[in-house]
Nanobody
Framework: QVELVESGGGLVQAGGSLRLSCVAS????????MAWYRQTPGNQREQVAF????????NYADSVKGRFTVSRDNAKSTVYLEMNNLRPEDTGVYYC?????????????WGRGTQVTVSA
């Protein structure tokens, strides 16, 4: 079965950094657009970063622009999210999502999430 597994979350003080990873299994990783989302209890899940199949298109939410960097290594079937200058409002569960190439009927896939907690 398709599997996405996030790692790298943890507890960090404001101003610190974390690097998240998401490893995909049993998909052709290079044929999927990848995105990072985050969610806090009671809130809607928010997309924070997007990266296209060949890394030619990268987008960030305004709230993280200039602080977060998304990248991918297709040979390792892994997408990364480097988070710098973290703020308490960045606290939440971070998920990776895989979307198939346009024109297919393949479904999107989600990881189970990794907790990020930023203390003041």
């Amino acid at each position: 079965q398709v599997e996405l597994v996030e790692s790298g979350g943890g507890l960090v003080q404001a101003g610190g950094s974390l690097r998240l990873s998401c490893v995909a299994s049993r998909i052709i990783f290079s044929h999927y657009r990848m995105a990072w989302y985050r969610q806090t209890p009671g809130n809607q899940r928010e997309q924070v970063a997007f990266i296209s199949m060949s890394s030619t298109i990268i987008n960030y939410a305004d709230s993280v622009k200039g602080r977060f960097t998304v990248s991918r290594d297709n040979a390792k079937s892994t997408v990364y999210l480097e988070m710098n200058n973290l703020r308490p409002e960045d606290t939440g569960v971070y998920y990776c999502k895989a979307d198939p190439i346009p024109g297919t009927t393949d479904p999107p896939y989600w990881g189970r999430g990794t907790q990020v907690t930023v203390s003041a």
